[in-house]
């Protein structure tokens, strides 16, 4: 807060205005910069807030001097100290949101390296040729950056100069248990936060954001598709289908894929910013996609194929890869047979028009089409009745689409207990959401089904009926003045204060309050925000991005023996 407070008077003092151009997805502070004091009439305000609030945090520490602050209990915190401690297991997210899963150590790495490390998609590389490649790349962008530097905004500019100076470190290969799967096989994924590459990617996203309404295809959300639904024609004899693309980011071609992107580029040429920077664009794109160097333990890896796994610009790309040939060959060769069709990354969405006589070619051409784009594959559903597409299960009834909510059988709904040391917002904010997403989704039988099931699975999660009411209360009525918080909501004269939430101790009313004691009568903020982060949770205690060993396990050998097993495999 006082780094806030200090920055804007710096600000006024040396004539600064707000920089339109101003993105935070791209903004990074600069590194050991601080502001000088602000006036000595604010200063002595800042210091008595700060010794108000230790005052009330001693007083605090006092009430609860006897009071057992946990939420766990004793045999509680034996067994996570156990389970922290044993590097024997692992334990790990599920694939879809299906909770944790614990693995023994060893058997999960020859997971790994059998389904994954081992294959034709990967190369192991030495430390040192990791490391040499890395820094290769990041002379090859520097070079570039010298080149393209007059196709850079400022706010760009800014960035890459900013973000070149951080400490990088190497990307982290994990996988997910996936227990739905049967057996259970384990999905990739790379933690590339932190990372060199990461810089470019998510500058590569930035960028793709004026890309993204180009895709004719494209969809934010379930609620484009019912928004979408409501203002459309459907003819009687009109189908539903719906598709699945098989491994997506494996199967998109770095080649094919950035040559898409290219084809793209130029063939919306007039509908592209002026200052799109295309030729820094693809060479960066393709430095991101062919380097998807990272570790896994003490060994270190390079993606051949596919697109760069855990790379944050992976869904932009995507989706334009494969919307090129949507915007070309599907949805021009097939436009007197699709009234409507989207896709949201790997998921599509479709109304089927077909021919009166009943002929099936169209739909089997259709079929060949959609997968006639390098080796991605399309499972599709035959034409019907009725689908379901992201959270949405939706029904032809007529010249209609009803639109229910869908959620999958293997679901556990594990929303947070009340014991959990999470801000209250929090649990007025799921159910602020839930109910509003239900009822956008359903109609209003369906909308009661739903919202009981809710809160069941709420109380067999522990809350109490006397606590949901009013938090369930104050929801219908947002709803019913269908309140909504827009993302556009210009916060550029807010403070924000950053508190560490306890159950017991101070409070967003107590800072507020202080606040407004001291400092709100020399200030000239619109308003004022008290953000509150939570303490670390089970998941951030247990599930490690990084692998750590039993010092009797040998990952080498286990590499060996892999190997050897998948040369005997016929």
């Not at 063939?267 to 794109?285: C, G």
């Amino acid at each position: 807060m006082a780094r806030s407070i200090r920055t804007l008077f710096y600000l006024k003092q040396q004539d600064s205005r707000h920089n339109e151009s101003f993105n935070k997805q791209i903004y990074i502070k600069l590194k050991n910069w601080h502001p000088p004091p602000a006036p000595l009439s604010v200063e002595d305000k800042i210091t008595h807030f700060e010794k108000l609030l230790k005052v009330k945090q001693q007083k605090l520490l006092i009430q609860m001097q006897k009071i057992n602050l946990s939420n766990l209990t004793p045999i509680q915190h034996k067994v996570l100290k156990e389970l922290k401690s044993n590097k024997n297991i692992i334990v790990k997210p599920t694939d879809k949101n299906l909770g944790p899963a614990t693995m023994d150590t060893e058997g999960y790495i020859s997971q790994i390296l059998q389904e994954h490390l081992l294959t034709n998609t990967y190369k192991q590389l030495t430390k040192e040729e990791a490391i040499n490649k890395i820094d290769n790349i990041k002379l090859r962008f520097k070079g570039l950056l010298h080149h393209y530097k007059n196709t850079l905004t400022d706010s760009e500019s800014t960035y890459f100069q900013r973000s070149l100076q951080l400490h990088c470190r190497i990307p982290i290969f994990y996988g997910l248990p996936k227990v739905h799967k049967q057996p259970i096989s384990l999905r990739p994924v790379v933690s590339s936060c932190g990372s060199f590459m990461s810089i470019l990617s998510n500058w590569l996203d930035f960028r793709m954001k004026d890309l993204l309404p180009l895709v004719k295809s494209y969809t934010k959300n379930s609620f484009d598709i019912i928004s979408d639904l409501a203002s459309l024609h459907i003819p009687e004899h009109a189908m539903l289908f719906s598709a699945d693309a098989v491994s997506m980011y494996t199967n998109i071609d770095s080649n094919i894929g950035i040559n898409a992107t290219k084809n793209f580029l130029y063939e919306n040429i007039n509908n592209i910013p002026t200052d799109f920077p295309i030729d820094l664009f693809l060479e960066t794109l393709t430095l991101v996609m062919e380097n998807n160097i990272f570790s896994f333990s003490n060994t270190y890896w390079l993606q051949l194929t596919g697109t760069a796994m855990g790379t944050p610009v992976a869904c932009s790309y995507a989706t334009i890869a494969y919307g090129q040939h949507e915007n070309t060959k599907i949805l021009t060769t097939f436009k007197p047979f699709l009234l409507y069709y989207r896709r949201y990354i790997d998921d599509i969405f479709g109304i089927w028009l077909p021919p009166a006589t009943g002929n099936t070619e169209a739909w089997e051409q259709f079929k060949i089409e959609l997968n006639n784009w390098g080796s991605l594959k399309w499972v599709l559903e035959s034409p019907s009745k009725q689908t379901v597409f992201l959270d949405l299960q939706l029904k032809l009834n007529g010249t209609t689409i009803s639109t229910s909510t869908y959620q999958k059988d293997l679901n556990l709904y594990l929303y947070l207990p009340p014991k959990s040391a999470h801000p209250p917002s929090c649990l007025k904010g799921l159910i602020t959401g839930e109910l509003r997403r239900y009822w956008l989704q359903n109609n209003a039988i369906d909308f009661q089904g739903i919202l009981v099931k809710f809160i069941k699975r709420l109380s067999e999660r522990g809350h109490r009926i006397e606590d949901l009411a009013p938090l369930l209360r104050q929801a219908s009525l947002a709803l019913d003045r269908n309140e909504t918080r827009h993302a556009t909501e210009n916060n550029t004269n807010t403070l924000y204060i950053h508190w560490r939430y306890h159950p017991h101790g101070i409070q967003r009313s107590d800072l507020r309050s202080l606040y407004n004691e001291t400092l709100k009568p020399i200030l000239n903020y619109n308003k004022i925000i008290v953000a509150i982060s939570r303490p670390k949770n089970l998941r951030d205690v247990l599930s490690k991005t990084s692998l750590e060993t039993p010092e009797n396990l040998d990952i080498q050998m286990l590499i060996q023996r892999a190997s050897s097993q998948i040369r005997q495999t016929p």
